[in-house]
């Protein structure tokens, strides 16, 4: 299999705190070596797993290219490993680009003139493709043809050109802002969701197979019990716990050095990590356990209110440290017990305030 890509920046993985689920192009270099190379491999999303088989089972014998699919989810959950799984068993090519970056119908066009037969088209975070792009994917996915136009004004034509058989695969973390004319063009969605304890074992324990380094069931536990349920993080942290054990332990990838390693880097046992506390430790020490409005609570960790947003609160309300309430975020009794603290009585007579207990 052949892969290209267009569009994808080289910025580092400045900004991103260990447990965030986004990815950089130094992190995508690191993950290429992780990941599975086939449906067999991939562990976990068995659901997902065995609708994909199905679709690209009854295409390969029709000898024909499957329908356009469309993987949703959370990001770090596999959506980019299943679209390089699918070009694997269709044996055919993959190209990737991402919805940044094609800001123009001429950015697509160039793309999806460029195809061969059967060719899989991967869209990365589709949802953010432009307009205009959007408009132009929408015929190319139905009739696989694309309008060139020619010329400028009263004097431009529009030149038809027909495109060979190709199947796109679109992955987004956003569903719902896909319009529902490109959503009804997918023949097969897939949603991955997290994963489970037990199936983020397996993939620490395959992943440290792949980097050559033996790993102790204890200790590839405890690196899958901090992982938020996502792969991509236990990946990352079990890299870092290699390092630890390479550089200040014995080599070693202990229970203890698994330890050890995620304390250095602030992880705790519940997967949160040093702003995630800060977010819960603000919540709760300066603003007595909240209401207070995002705005507010961002400026008093020092952070970007959209980082607080998109990185720290999805987790912090999925494992129910805080909720969010149209008076502002408000910490719940987990938080307050996780910093070791006693959450405050209700003063007497009145109502607790929404979302709290």
Not at 84 to 104: D, Y
Not at 124 to 134: G, K, N, T, V, W
Not at 137 to 162: C, H, N, Q, W
Not at 195 to 212: D, F
Request: net charge negative; proline share 6%.
């Amino acid at each position: 299999m052949s892969a290209s890509t267009e569009g994808f920046d080289e910025a580092d993985d400045g900004g991103r705190t260990l447990t965030s689920a986004e990815s950089g192009a130094l992190e995508r270099a690191a993950e290429a070596a992780l990941r599975p190379k086939s449906l067999a491999d991939f562990v976990g999303q068995e659901v997902v797993r065995e609708q994909l088989s199905l679709v690209l089972d009854a295409a390969k014998g029709r000898g024909r290219a499957p329908e356009h699919m469309l993987l949703s989810g959370p990001p770090g959950l596999g959506k980019t490993t299943l679209a390089m799984i699918i070009a694997t068993e269709l044996s055919v090519p993959l190209r990737i680009t991402s919805g940044p970056a094609v800001q123009h119908a001429g950015d697509l066009a160039a793309i999806l003139s460029a195809l061969e037969e059967g060719e899989v088209l991967f869209i990365d975070e589709i949802h953010r493709l432009a307009r205009p792009a959007e408009e132009m994917l929408y015929i190319a996915m139905e009739d696989f043809r694309v309008d060139v136009v020619v010329g400028k004004g009263v004097g431009a034509t529009s030149i038809p050109l027909e495109l060979p058989p190709f199947t796109v695969v679109g992955a987004t973390t956003r569903a719902g802002l896909l319009p529902a004319p490109l959503r009804d063009r997918f023949g097969f969605t897939g949603h991955l969701d997290y994963y489970r304890a037990e199936e983020l074992h397996r993939v620490v324990t395959r992943s440290a197979g792949q980097l050559a380094v033996e790993i102790e069931d204890e200790a590839a536990g405890e690196i899958s019990s901090r992982s938020r349920g996502t792969p991509r993080i236990a990946n990352r942290l079990l890299r870092r716990v290699r390092d630890w054990a390479q550089v200040r332990g014995d080599g070693r990838l202990d229970l203890d050095a698994a330890r050890r390693a995620l304390d250095v880097y602030e992880v705790d046992a519940r997967g949160l990590d040093r702003l995630d506390r800060a977010v819960i430790s603000a919540l709760c020490k300066r603003f007595a356990g909240g209401p207070v409005g995002l705005s507010t609570l961002a400026v008093s960790v020092g952070e970007e209110t959209e980082t607080v947003e998109t990185v720290v609160e999805p987790y912090l309300v999925r494992e129910g440290f805080l909720t969010r309430t149209p008076r502002g975020r408000i910490a719940t009794p987990l938080a307050w017990s996780h910093l070791g603290l006693a959450a405050p009585e209700p003063a007497q007579g009145t109502t607790p305030p929404l979302g709290r207990f």
